[in-house]
């Protein structure tokens, strides 16, 4: 397994690089989103409108951080489950986004379109939301404030720490449970 | 009749409410420790790694364990012989709970469920309330994360299914969650009673701690064999693999119709966050 330091935006040559099971740190913009900004996302592009960010090369994080104290860009920020953005992410990984980064698994679709459009799915540890808030340097709520917690925030990070879950050639971290075992007892 | 002041419990419940979502109890950072010693699995010991500097850095900054700080579920257990002066109890908790997810700087996650639009205030709190002899009033509070909560279910059997049926279902039901809900978790079981008396049951079954043993020794035996079963899927800490996928079952048993065999299984995340307090 190896270890990577990327910036963004990312490449297809720095997705073709990793394999599930590698430690990767991001240093640069990634952005926030979850379920009601993706639905706006997609409501937008039905519309044919200009989306709040570019898409190329960009990497979202499923997230929705807790309030930013006084002195501090923002509060805890660890991951959400990544899998009820499923319905959203085929169609914005086919319009240039090359990552997200959540927990827990994603549907076949999802992996399909990672392979198709060279992209990566990210884990960050779900509820280490204290600590991974200390790679992000600054935030700013770029688009849907309304929404609150679940507005588009611009992150800038330094190192933040991910591991490649699913790669673009089919790689997945994810253990398959043993069942077997777990019902004989 | 002994009177409580309201102010007494608003302030109350919001220190709770903050203390909560700072500081991990003292059973689930020991188990951690334990676990972690336990795995063999590097990604399983880094996890654990990074979960015990969370929790340290949480204390520290006073930065929330998780930015999921939950729908705010209480328990109470109100004596018959207490009242309360000022406003009703139920307010009293609710404007408890909206100061201190205001004061603690903690995510506030209440939404319509059709239109999505936040409350704002975190609002209403989930109150379960008991009435109980005596003259104290005791409050606990518990931060439940939508990730873990939306991998439980609630399941009606036929009494044939049996405890094979419902160990089954159980032990499904965490393998078909697998890394989602944020393991290593806790699971809180409820068997018997009705629909929704199974549900509060298998959440209330998460107030005890870790290490604690269920009174029957029957049931504590099932809650041990249980955990050992779940253990053996090999999902482990955030999926990645290892022996440590559940930290404890915890089950709690009502009667029920004879027609029925009510199973809630509600799935609790690492960050096992409750409080309590006596008033």
């Known amino acids: 397994m190896a270890e990577y330091t990327l910036t963004t935006p990312l490449t297809d040559a720095d997705i073709e690089k990793l394999k599930s099971g590698d430690v990767v740190y991001i240093t640069g913009t990634i952005y926030t989103g979850r379920d009601a900004a993706h639905k706006r996302l997609t409501d937008s592009l039905d519309k044919g409108e200009a989306l709040p960010f570019d898409l190329k090369g960009a990497l979202i994080y499923y997230v929705g951080p807790s309030p930013a104290p006084p002195g501090r860009p923002i509060g805890s920020a660890g991951p959400t489950t990544s899998y009820r953005m499923d319905t959203y992410a085929p169609r914005l990984h086919s319009l240039g986004l090359k990552g997200t980064i959540g927990k827990g698994k994603r549907s076949p679709e999802v992996k399909d379109a990672m392979a198709k459009y060279k992209a990566a799915y990210f884990g960050a540890t779900g509820g280490a939301g204290a600590l991974l808030s200390q790679a992000i340097k600054a935030a700013k709520v770029i688009a849907y404030e309304d929404l609150g917690p679940e507005a588009i925030r611009e992150l800038t990070v330094e190192k933040f720490p991910l591991l490649v879950i699913n790669d673009c050639h089919g790689g997945e971290l994810y253990t398959t449970p043993n069942l077997e075992a777990a019902l004989a007892g | 009749?002994?009177?409580?002041?309201?102010?007494?419990?608003?302030?109350?419940?919001?220190?709770?409410?903050?203390?909560?979502?700072?500081?991990?109890?003292?059973?689930?950072?020991?188990?951690?420790?334990?676990?972690?010693?336990?795995?063999?699995?590097?990604?399983?010991?880094?996890?654990?790694?990074?979960?015990?500097?969370?929790?340290?850095?949480?204390?520290?900054?006073?930065?929330?364990?998780?930015?999921?700080?939950?729908?705010?579920?209480?328990?109470?257990?109100?004596?018959?012989?207490?009242?309360?002066?000022?406003?009703?109890?139920?307010?009293?908790?609710?404007?408890?709970?909206?100061?201190?997810?205001?004061?603690?700087?903690?995510?506030?996650?209440?939404?319509?469920?059709?239109?999505?639009?936040?409350?704002?205030d975190n609002g209403p709190a989930i109150i379960h309330f008991d009435l109980v002899p005596g003259d104290k009033l005791k409050i606990w509070m518990m931060a439940k994360g939508g990730g873990s909560e939306n991998m439980s279910r609630v399941m009606m059997f036929p009494p044939a299914a049996g405890w094979k049926g419902l160990r089954e279902f159980i032990i499904n039901r965490v393998a078909e969650a697998g890394p989602n809900p944020c393991p290593p978790i806790l699971v809180g079981i409820g068997i018997g009673g009705n629909f929704e008396l199974a549900a509060i049951n298998s959440k209330k079954a998460l107030l005890r701690d870790i290490d604690d043993k269920h009174p029957d020794a029957d049931i504590a035996k099932l809650e041990e064999e249980v955990l050992a079963s779940i253990n053996k899927l090999n999902i482990g800490p955030m999926g990645l693999g290892g022996k440590t996928t559940c930290l404890g079952v915890k089950i709690m048993v009502a009667p029920c119709h004879l027609a029925s065999l009510p199973l809630a299984v509600n799935v609790q995340c690492h960050s096992a966050r409750h409080k309590e307090v006596v008033l």
């Open chain 2, 1 to 120: 009749m002994r009177t409580i002041p309201a102010q007494t419990i608003i302030d109350k419940v919001a220190e709770m409410c903050i203390a909560a979502n700072r500081e991990l109890p003292e059973d689930v950072l020991r188990t951690f420790k334990e676990r972690q010693a336990a795995e063999e699995n590097p990604a399983a010991k880094e996890t654990f790694r990074q979960l015990l500097e969370n929790a340290e850095l949480s204390r520290e900054t006073g930065l929330p364990l998780c930015q999921d700080c939950g729908l705010a579920v209480f328990f109470v257990e109100m004596g018959e012989d207490a009242h309360v002066e000022g406003m009703s109890l139920r307010q009293a908790i609710n404007e408890g709970m909206v100061k201190g997810y205001k004061e603690g700087y903690l995510r506030k996650s209440s939404c319509d469920p059709f239109t999505r639009k936040n409350t704002g």
